[in-house]
């Protein structure tokens, strides 16, 4: 097929297929078969483009080389059987992203793609003509310091994403077994930046001994009202007040024993938050001041990984340079969204993920682990040109999770819902 042919394309990416133990796992095969199936009553001018991450080859240890495109082939034939299908009628372009970058270092991968109708392209930026306009298109893992590939292309120039991967990403997967659910094998579903504040929530609501966790659940939902009692403490001590205003007053003598209670609990909170509260704020402080000493640390903290600011940039230079370039499409990041940030009303528009994702939810009240809610976003987007206009389609595949989070997790975040992810019109024209 000519490539000036195509006049219609399919973007997807991250579908991050395969893994250690529990990340083989695949929650999306019927949907995305039947993604698939559809694409293959398309014209023979219809391009499908996997945008990078297709598998999950860092996440994937206990196999090596080309084997691992074997080993994840025959536990997700469906899907593979459907590719073969469509490809018969389409055009299947894979681009490689980080987690898959093996597909950049041998050729025997190209093949072996071939026999299911993919064609690899290892090219970091793909351009596409729509009309006198062209897309712009790359996974973005480039414009990632933590995964990008100073020599693209060596099989040993391996960015830190890949040993972070390794260590905690392919680790989690193989002992996931071991959990109270096979909550770990969900990792890669949820930011860099949030992990260790997610295993800590899972390790709270999941793992920690029962008993443990009910001896700490009031003290923790007391935190707050702990805090107001010191408070009121420190105006009884200098003198303000008389008595401390928290413990004697109309309502708190009403309650009888359960004041008594409250009051055993509070005082210990106190203490435990004087004793310990006041020195790990000193060890912070000093850290913080530690780690910008080793440049770790900026004036605006921690720099955030998942951020979008560096392919917008990306997207703004690509536009000035060329102003040809319509649409900058790139994945990487799993979060879904469609932007005019061009000076000529150009398009960046990001593929997302069909993973599942995790949101984050604070809990009501006290200083419990925030809850982390499940939900899919499976989605594609298609670029065509239409009388002579490019138009973008966007459509969500409706799923629903599985019911997952326990009682408790629902109770401390009863009437709090998960942020919305960001809108993205169903349709955008952009004159040509």
Known sequence: MQQDAVRKYYFVSDLHMGGDGQLQHCDYTAEFVAFLNQLEKEGPDTELLIVGDTFGFWELTLVRGVEKLDHIIAAHQAI?????ATGTRIKITMMVGNHDYDLACNAEFAAKLRQYNIHLDTSLVLIRAVGDKKIWIEHGQQRDEFNAFRDYGSPYA????????????????????????????????????????????????????????????????????????????????????????????????????????????????????????VPAAVVQHDLKRTLGRFRLLT????????????????AQQVFQTDGSVAVFVFGHTHAAFLKRTGPAGQVVMNTGTWLKLLHRVPVRFGL?????????????????????????????????????????????????????????????????
Not at 257 to 265: A, E, G, M, P, S
Not at 299 to 314: C, F, K, M, T, W
Not at 378 to 401: M, Q, S
């Open 80 to 84: 593979f059987d459907q590719l073969y």
């Open 158 to 277: 391996l960015p830190v994403g890949y040993f972070i991967t390794q260590t905690f990403v392919s680790g989690a997967s193989r002992h996931s077994d071991f959990g109270k659910g096979d909550w770990l094998k969900d990792i890669r579903s949820v930011g860099t930046m949030q992990i260790p504040d997610w295993v800590l929530s899972n390790y709270f609501y999941r793992e920690m001994s029962a008993v443990l966790r009910w001896v700490l659940l009031p003290f923790l939902l007391l935190a707050g009202v702990t805090m107001v009692a010191i408070a009121g403490e420190l105006l009884r001590i200098v003198g303000i007040f008389d008595y401390n205003i928290l413990f004697h007053n109309p309502l708190m003598s009403r309650l009888g024993i359960i004041d008594n209670v409250l009051q055993v609990v509070i005082a210990i909170n106190s203490i435990f938050l004087v004793l310990f509260g």
């Open 299 to 314: 004036d605006y903290g921690i720099p955030n990984l998942d951020s979008e600011e560096s392919y917008l940039r990306a």
């Open 368 to 432: 419990l682990p925030a809850v982390y809610y499940p939900s899919f976003r499976l989605n594609y987007f298609c670029i065509e040109n239409e009388d002579n206009r490019l138009v973008i389609t966007y459509v969500a595949v409706p799923k629903t999770p599985e019911r997952e989070l326990t009682w408790l997790q629902r109770l401390v975040t009863l009437g709090r819902a998960p942020r919305s992810s960001e809108a993205v019109p169903a349709r955008t024209v952009v004159d040509l």
